[in-house]
């Protein structure tokens, strides 16, 4: 009998110390990997804190390790149907950058005046950036205003330092050193004057308010490749729908939509359907896949009867739900 109990007591004691020991590893494991982890990210914003010295400014990162610049052209005075334009609805120069292999690509849309197109073009090709269109986005806004969109691959903080010099031959504003004070969601509902919630129901996506305006995101449902390299959303291939109120209930309405070629009169018929003006339609970049369009348009109504026109017009493409 002593022999089985010294057995027994013999075996437990096995067991336990050979749960321990699991217990151990698995917690120095872990350790290890939390510690890779935070190596890792410390690793990978050193890398973008090259590219965001060379654009003079802070980025923002964003899924898919992409880091993107906001360039608000707030120096600008921009009236359309009397409606006086903020930089959040349609004045919002951005840059985005990705990793690749054999360094990185940007992509980037530059909102610029009449005169600063050729200077900025010249000095954008001379620091290796490629342009992939120049054209309107609005029609009848005073000033006119242009947009640059820019496509390239190479070493980043070449391509940065580049984009930068480029800018410097603009009027855009630098980067806001004073940290704004937060806003509560509620609050920034409210200052829209729009039901934001019953907004983004019926367009059936969550969107952010930017500096007085409400915008929503919307992506494909496809891949979008570049020269054979995947493209995010946030990097320009999204549908982009924006708010800004104009009192009592109404807002008006610009952006684009990322369609396909079967996709463009479906749009188009819908959205004139719903009381909302097509401004233009045009390609933004050269290489994609699979080829997609960009349809820009413009309305002033309720935000919410609008937001139904853009809804059924979103239920004509291939985005995700």
């Given amino acids: 009998m002593r022999n089985i109990v010294h057995q027994n007591l013999s075996g437990r004691i096995v067991a336990t110390l050979a749960t321990a020991t699991i217990a151990i590893a698995f ?19 050193s ?77 954008l090709q001379e620091g290796g950036i490629q342009q992939s269109a120049i054209h309107n986005h609005l029609i009848g806004e005073l000033p006119h205003v242009m947009y640059m969109h820019i496509s390239s691959h190479g070493d ?84 982009a729908l924006n708010f800004q109120p104009t009192g009592n209930g109404k807002a008006a309405i610009t952006g684009d939509f990322v369609l396909l070629g079967s996709e463009v009169n479906p749009v188009i018929k819908t959205l004139r359907a719903n009381g909302i003006a097509v401004t233009a339609l045009h390609s933004h970049m050269l290489m994609e896949e699979p080829h997609l369009f960009f349809m820009h348009f413009w309305a002033n109504d309720d935000a919410v009867k609008l937001a139904k026109g853009l809804r059924s017009a979103l239920d004509n493409t291939n985005s995700a739900k």
């Fill in 47 to 123: 890398d973008w804190k090259q590219v965001e010295d060379a654009m003079g400014r802070p980025g923002q990162m964003q899924p898919g390790d992409v880091i993107k610049f906001g360039l608000p052209r707030k120096d600008l005075h921009v009236v359309l149907d009397g409606v006086d334009i903020k930089a959040g609805l349609a004045l919002g120069s951005w840059v985005a950058f990705k990793r690749v292999d054999g360094g990185a690509m940007v992509m980037g849309d530059l909102v610029l005046t009449q005169d600063e197109v050729e200077p900025v073009m010249m000095k």
């Fill in 27 to 45: 917690l120095f494991n872990g350790t290890l990997a939390a510690g890779q982890t935070a190596a890792s990210t410390s690793s990978a914003a």
């Fill in 156 to 239: 980043a903080a070449q391509m940065a330092k580049a984009i930068h010099e480029a800018l410097l031959l603009t009027k855009t504003p630098g980067p806001d050193t004073s940290p704004a004070a937060p806003v509560p969601a509620t609050q920034a509902a409210a200052e829209l004057g729009f039901d934001q919630k019953q907004v983004e129901q019926i367009l059936g996506h969550t969107g952010k308010v930017n500096g007085g305006i409400l915008q929503i995101g919307v992506p494909r449902a496809e891949t979008i490749t570049d020269s054979g390299m995947t493209v995010p959303p946030s990097m320009g291939v999204a549908t």
